[in-house]
């Protein structure tokens, strides 16, 4: 196998790509670990409070990591959060739609449609060659793992009635088609699989996550609103946030998060040393 | 065992599960560490938003990490509790949310501003792990082995609070000021922390003579005051002259004027009558009514919901 190559020695076609890929995935995490928090204190249990909280850690984590190799590229955290315009985000809508108060089906599906995307999300970039996306997947996937048992196990249980299940599919017919979004291709996606900063192309992942998310929500007896051989673009909600359109939640979102920074009139951030992490 | 047995052999973790202790020291190491775990509960539910407000990515993680473990604590309290056999976890959860559960004075107020964050992350945990220090020695084990662990995740909440403070304290003018707005708000309610001078207070005799309590109210506010003064000095807080704090002649704290301290409101506190904390009561209450559907579905072997015990020893 051919040496990995650092972002730094990237040309620019290729370091615009791979911002593209990083903003996505940075965002995605970021957003998602977001709205978890809001799950903190409030979930049905306490012991499903400390695993939902753990998540919610682990993504903002992730985020982190691709914050920093967008840091190789320049970026501060100033720039990737603070003072980010809401519109330059690059996350998909599922991950920024709020909860409704008490419908605990929402987090867990959404999070089971989500790690799920995760996982092939960090396949596909595992097959890059460059070292800032290679040398974190085997962390964060090993995390990822536990997230994704996390929400099947949750799944199983709410359908095992009627009632949950009739929750779970409400969640479904809602989350799908943001979900969906998350294989949206940008202007750089085919930059990103010529400059080979993935192994597998977005169409063949969006495939393979539909098998795999209907066969399992079949077997519980959900429905998937759209059949593999749909055409998934037919089925998208009105804005799909990676190119920046995104729904109204989003804007009320991030105002809400940079609340303090811009109050106490911040303009940088300073790192903790090994705290919280 | 009789009463006069437990207190004749009442010593640090000298009881647990396997003892037959008697209804009295039951009811009296309930209210204790329901009191405390309801604490833990509705300190976590006051800190909640400041995730949210962090204004950084490792103090937003650090933040849902501390309140991650404040629930931890609870629950690791609950389960100290109802080893007594007293009160099941769910009567006492339904018992805070009714508004019958008590808990501490300074959990009852309104948190609004990010310069608030180390009253309570620093002063109120700082208090918190002066009494919790001293619980490391009660005579009921269950809840002595809780404190192991909790004092140690409490010393990382401290520094967190603290290094807030420091940031805060350290940065622009504006930032000064609302640091000491903030303190000289909640001052006088960090000094009821501890409650009423000892004369005062109704359970504390029975729970020395037992074991439950090892130091009285008036000797851990004053050590608290002892450590606590010259840090908010140090970080250029200006202690507000009333309520006065008096010295003796090493300058040793010994003593609060309690007629400068408001009573009024800390007893209508203490009775959750206070309009702020009933705010956080019903709101807490309103959520965990939202998802009584998911507890429902769960059966009793699986009451935490599926995983929980793999996912309790999270970090």
Not at chain 1, 44 to 49: A, G, H, Y
Not at chain 1, 128 to 137: N, W
Not at chain 2, 16 to 40: I, K, V, W
Not at chain 2, 269 to 296: C, F, H, S
Request: charged share 30%; aromatic share 8%; glycine share 6%.
């Amino acid at each position: 196998m051919a040496p990995l190559r650092a972002l730094a020695d990237l040309d620019d076609e290729e370091r615009a790509a791979a911002e593209s890929l990083l903003f996505r995935l940075a965002d995605d995490e970021f957003v998602i670990a977001e709205r978890y928090t809001e799950w903190q204190v409030v979930a049905p249990t306490l012991e499903s409070d400390l695993a939902l909280s753990n998540i919610a850690q682990d993504e903002l984590g992730h985020a982190r990591v691709w914050f920093d190799a967008l840091g190789e590229l320049g970026y501060s955290e100033r720039d990737l959060v603070w003072e980010r315009d809401p519109g330059a985000f690059r996350h998909s809508t599922l991950v920024e739609l709020p909860f409704a108060e008490g419908d605990w089906a929402d987090p867990i599906l959404r999070g089971y449609l989500y790690d799920v995307a995760e996982d092939l999300r960090l396949d596909a970039v595992a097959g890059s060659d460059v070292r800032e996306l290679v040398d974190p997947v085997e962390k964060i996937r090993s995390e990822e793992e536990y997230h994704l048992e996390h929400a099947q196990n949750w799944l199983e249980r709410l359908c095992d009635d009627d009632a949950g299940r009739e929750r779970v599919q409400s969640a479904a017919d809602r989350l799908v088609p943001h979900a969906l979004t998350l294989w949206v291709p940008g202007p750089a996606a085919s930059a990103i699989d010529s400059s080979g900063l993935r192994g597998e192309s977005l169409d063949a992942t969006r495939r393979q996550w539909l098998d795999t998310v209907a066969s399992f929500l079949e077997s519980l007896g959900l429905t998937v609103p759209l059949d593999p051989g749909d055409d998934p673009t037919e089925s998208l909600p009105d804005s799909v946030g990676s190119d920046g359109n995104h729904t109204d939640h989003w804007p009320r979102l991030h105002d809400e998060l940079t609340e303090t920074y811009r109050e106490l009139g911040r303009s940088d951030v300073r790192r903790l040393r090994g705290e919280g992490t | 065992m009789d009463i006069e047995t437990v207190k004749a052999r009442a010593g640090p973790r000298e009881f647990g599960r396997a003892d037959d202790m008697p209804e009295e020291y039951r009811e009296a190491a309930t209210r204790m560490l329901q009191f405390h775990a309801n604490s833990e509960i509705m300190g976590a539910y006051l800190e909640k938003p400041f995730i949210r407000q962090s204004p950084s990515v490792d103090r937003k993680l650090a933040f849902s990490a501390k309140v991650q473990d404040e629930i931890g604590h609870g629950q690791l309290l609950y389960r100290a509790a109802e080893a007594l056999g007293v009160k099941t976890r769910e009567e006492m959860l339904d018992e805070l949310a009714r508004g019958d559960g008590k808990f501490l004075n300074c959990f009852h107020y309104e948190m609004t501003d990010w310069a608030e964050t180390p009253m309570i992350a620093f002063f109120v945990d700082g208090a918190a792990m002066k009494r919790q220090a001293t619980l490391k020695q009660s005579s009921w084990t269950p809840y002595a082995h809780a404190m192991d662990k909790i004092c140690f995740e409490e010393g990382f909440h401290v520094k967190h609070g603290e290094d807030i403070m420091r940031e805060l304290a350290t940065g622009s003018r504006k930032e000064q000021r609302l640091l000491q707005e903030a303190f000289d708000e909640w001052w006088p309610r960090i000094l009821q922390f501890f409650g009423p001078t000892d004369d005062r207070s109704t359970h504390h005799d029975f729970a020395a003579d037992v074991g439950l309590k090892t130091m009285t109210n008036d000797e851990l506010r004053n050590q608290f005051l002892n450590a606590y003064v010259p840090k908010a000095r140090k970080y250029g807080l200006e202690i507000p002259d009333e309520p006065r704090i008096r010295t003796d002649e090493d300058g040793e704290y010994y003593e609060v004027v309690e007629a400068d301290l408001d009573w009024d409101e800390f007893f209508a506190i203490a009775k959750n009558e206070y309009p702020e904390g009933l705010d956080q009561i019903d709101g807490r209450a309103t959520a965990r009514e939202a998802v009584a559907w998911v507890r429902d579905s769960l059966t009793e072997a699986d009451a935490g919901g599926p995983g929980a015990t793999a996912s309790a020893g999270g970090d």
